[in-house]
């Protein structure tokens, strides 16, 4: 395990965690979540309470649409978990997304109850991603991206020969069809925000442990975590498989929203792109940075949704732009400024002279 | 008979894949970056020849020269502008930088030409066939397809080991540092590079227009094959990018011998293949 103190990009110094727990005789202060950061917690459990009361207090088209969100928000943060904080830059995560929502299809098929098959979608993907990951680990950087992309391709053309599931112009999933569609909106609502608030619980724990400081050693310099004992085959391939896992529930969730399931669609590059420009608009690297970045892409979503192609030119265009010109996002941009943070992951060392004004 | 059909018209596949791939294969060579939007490029290609030659009274030929030029101004340009910029913040961002250009350039044709499929009609090339008996025929446009895509290669590989321009390219490509101290602008020779990139895959698209049918969809198909002939041939190898494309169009003709609708599958299964037993491709090589 690398625990050496390594300058992070907003300027703090981490502390390894054996100085951590050691009682400081400096009068510093190593802390890991700040006021604002304890007083943000509250606030986004609050905000998890009133979304899960959504149900009784909004009509049906405003939680359907809270679904696509919470979809986005889920894929979002696998792939800030896998690029991110793994360093693995992929355009074929819509390989799991597809398996997650035909696992669900197949489960359905056999009789089982389709939201009982969410589980099992995410365990199908995290299987899946094993032999992917031996044959994805073989190409690094550039490479491993379009590789994943051909992954993506043979999956799709593999499931559209089975015709138990629909062949190339996909099925429609059984089982709730008798159900009573305010019930089902509701239930497919609270799936989703489960799954949701999991995947960002899930993240902010991985990334707080021993395996975030190991990932986050790689990430910055594979050859000296590796010197230090990191086992860095091991780390990726768990944010692989994890990443794998949150993105077969978000295919799950998608064709139980949708009630049917065409592979084309499923297994669109597109998703990659959504997941890629929410990161990137948020700020890639910081767990709050999908979160942002989910809200800013509904928001122009809803904004521009009358505006055919020409909503996926000005989102390739802010893209890029936010690329080259806003590497960190606006998350990035936000806590460099300010020094906030919603869910720390590192420890910081805090003197009073050190603390911006804001907080002293 | 059928055999030796099958193997001729793979063979002339593969030149297309190859002359795809080239392009891709230089980029990765000299400046280790892969051009998402690489296939898009293709197909912009394609629809600037088609209204060239709808719109104006120009013939074939002209419209093909006028065009490859005119890709490898864009090309310097676009990296001058956009991947040079991108390529100094890291290789996350320079990925980022292509996927969103293939975006705006896929929604952009989109709105511009609507979802109908096109083809380049050259006349006598589209149709035209050498017919060696009555079961084996060459076809003009895809024996000129290998033709190009050889010629295209031997080219590049003289213009890298002969001119000075060339070899200071290896030279940055190794260690671009070290190179600017003789004197190397690898921000220019970069630039070059990408225009060498950019006209090469106009020449493909335009050549595919002719040969099948394309909309403005297609661009990532076409990055996906040409990614594939460049790692089964071996990364930053030329002449293992040619044997790359070969590879895959003769396991694709083959494979549609069987089943059409096992085309596809089966070159991507051969790639996976290559990954998991070869992984440093057919002719491993690390110089361009």
Known sequence: MAHTPQPTKDGTTPVSAAAAA?????????????????????????????????????????????????????????????????????????????????????????????????????????????????????????????????????????????????????????????????????????????????????????????????????????????????????????????????????????????????????????????????????????????????????????????????????LGAIGVAGAIWLPRGLWGTITNKTGIQLFPVGYRLNQPWTLPPTLR | MDLLNTLVQGLMLGGLYALFAAGLSIMFGVMRMVNLAHGDLAVVAAYLVLVLLGGTMFPLWLVVVVTLPLFAVIGYGIHRSLFSRSLKAGPLSTLLVTFGLSIIIQNGLLEGFSADTRTIDMGVLNTGAFHLNNQLSISYLGLLTLVLAVAVIAGVQLFLSRTRTGKMMRAVSDDADTASLVGANSKHLYAIATAIAFGTVALAGIMSGARSSFDPSIGPAQLIFAFEAVVIGGLGSLWGTLAGGAVLGLTQAFAAHLDPSLTILAGHLVFLAVLAFRPQGLIPQRTV
Do not use: H
């Open chain 1, 22 to 314: 050691a009682p400081s005789f400096t009068g510093a202060l190593v802390t890991r979540a700040g006021r604002a950061s304890k007083a943000s917690a509250g606030l986004l459990g609050l905000a998890v309470l009133v979304l899960a009361a959504l149900p009784y207090i909004a009509f049906a088209g405003t939680t359907s649409s809270m679904v696509t969100f919470f979809v986005l928000l889920i894929m979002a943060s696998m792939w800030n978990l896998l690029a991110g904080f793994g360093g693995m830059v992929s355009v074929g995560q819509q390989a799991f997304v597809g398996v997650g929502a035909y696992t669900v299809l197949a489960f359905a098929n056999l009789g089982m109850n389709p939201f009982v098959a969410l589980p099992l979608a995410a365990l199908t993907c995290a299987v899946f991603a094993i032999p992917t990951s031996w044959l994805a680990f073989r190409l690094r950087g550039d490479y491993f991206a379009v590789g994943t992309w051909v992954i993506a391709e043979v999956y799709r053309l593999i499931i559209i020969r089975f015709d138990s599931l629909g062949g190339p112009s996909g099925m429609s999933l059984p089982g709730l069809t008798g159900m009573d569609p305010v019930l089902r909106g509701a239930l497919t609502y609270w799936a989703a925000l489960t799954l949701a608030a999991l995947t960002i619980l899930g993240c902010y724990l991985l990334m707080r442990g021993r395996t975030g400081l190991a990932l986050t050693a790689v990430r910055d310099d594979e050859t000296a975590a590796r010197a230090n004992g990191v086992d860095v085959t091991w780390s990726k391939r768990l944010v692989y498989l994890v990443s794998a896992a949150g993105c077969g529930a978000a295919g799950g969730i998608l064709i139980i929203d949708s009630l049917s399931v065409q592979p084309n669609a499923i297994f669109s590059v597109q998703w990659s792109a959504y997941m890629i420009f929410i990161v990137i608009i948020g700020g890639i690297g910081y767990l709050e940075g999908p979160l942002l970045g989910a809200i800013v892409f509904y928001a122009l979503q809803q904004l521009l949704a009358g505006y055919g192609s020409w909503y996926m030119i000005i």
